[in-house]
């Protein structure tokens, strides 16, 4: 959907994973076997992705400001079932959270947003808030007070709908 370049860092990763659900079309990425291998993804592993996908979009929409699209599980709940631990860079000192566990998606979302809330970037992740779009993207405007996913797509159509009402 977004001309937008991608997250920086790991919250690429929960841009993606949001991302794997075209709300408009209804087409999902987690259906088709390449989709999951992009995200390391197991087929027993879908209905928890899921869940984490709708719990980040609804995080995501509170970042723009806007209320849930529906009920879900609380971002906060899923998280803290996440294994992770702290590594510890002998030569310099500087430490960082990792998965305890390189490979169940939860703990690489867990530990990509622990990093972006220590480097600030957290609340810059955004659901789009058009109805039927709500994509992920990485807020870089100034302010951070970006709305849309892309200005040529959800924010034209956006514009266009209120010029509308205001004609009427």
Do not use: F
């Not at 899923?78 to 500087?94: I, K």
């Amino acid at each position: 959907m977004s001309e937008r370049s991608p997250a920086p860092g790991g919250l690429a990763l929960v841009e993606a994973l949001v991302n794997t659900l075209d709300l408009e079309s209804g087409a999902d990425a987690l259906d088709m076997a390449d989709g999951r291998a992009r995200l390391g993804v197991t087929e027993g592993e879908l209905s928890p992705a899921r869940a984490l996908r709708e719990s980040l979009r609804a995080t995501l929409l509170a970042h723009a400001g806007y209320p849930p699209h529906r009920e879900v599980t609380p971002l906060s709940e899923l998280l803290a079932q996440a294994p992770l631990r702290v590594v510890v860079d002998p030569a310099d000192g500087s430490a960082h959270l990792t998965p305890a566990d390189p490979a169940p998606l939860l703990s690489r979302v867990a530990a990509a947003v622990a990093t972006a809330l220590v480097e600030g970037t957290w609340t810059r992740l955004k659901a789009c808030e058009a109805d039927t779009c709500h994509w992920a993207y990485y807020d870089r405007s100034p302010a951070g007070r970006g709305r849309w996913c892309s200005m040529q797509v959800c924010g034209a159509r956006a514009k266009m709908r209120r010029y509308r009402a205001k004609e009427r």
